[in-house]
């Protein structure tokens, strides 16, 4: 059983810069790959962004394509996730997750592969 722990959330204005932080209990961490998702107040949950278990492939939704940047300390347990040029629709209670499945070399980016959930951090952009 992996459980994960968000940080890093908070309240930043329109342009500025956030570093989310997922920590995980379980020592074989290090072969998920992992994923970040956000959900905002009334819309579904959807795709921000995932790395492989290795930190090799990482994959992107279009809406946060050269803005965020993902990336592991497989040694710290911890997956990150560095937003940049921040927007108000960027607003929204982001969560880690942890592959289903063990070592997949292309990070999944549908939630219902996801089988382990941190409880989300608030993000929130102001104009």
């Known amino acids: 059983q992996v459980q994960l722990v968000e940080s890093g959330g908070g309240l930043v204005q329109a342009g500025g810069s956030l570093r989310l932080s997922c920590a995980a209990s379980e020592r074989t961490f290090s072969s998920y790959a992992m994923g970040w998702f956000r959900q905002a107040p009334g819309k579904v949950r959807e795709f921000v962004a995932a790395i492989s278990w290795t930190g090799v492939n990482t994959v992107y939704a279009d809406s946060v394509k050269g803005r965020f940047t993902i990336s592991r300390d497989n040694a710290k347990n911890t997956v990150y996730l560095q937003m940049t040029r921040l927007k108000p629709e960027d607003t929204a209670v982001y969560s880690c997750?942890?592959?289903?499945?063990?070592?997949?070399?292309?990070?999944?980016?549908?939630?219902?592969?996801?089988?382990?959930w941190g409880q989300g951090t608030q993000v929130t952009v102001s104009s």
């Open positions: 997750a942890a592959d289903e499945v063990l070592l997949r070399t292309r990070p999944p980016t549908e939630a219902t592969q996801y089988a382990y």
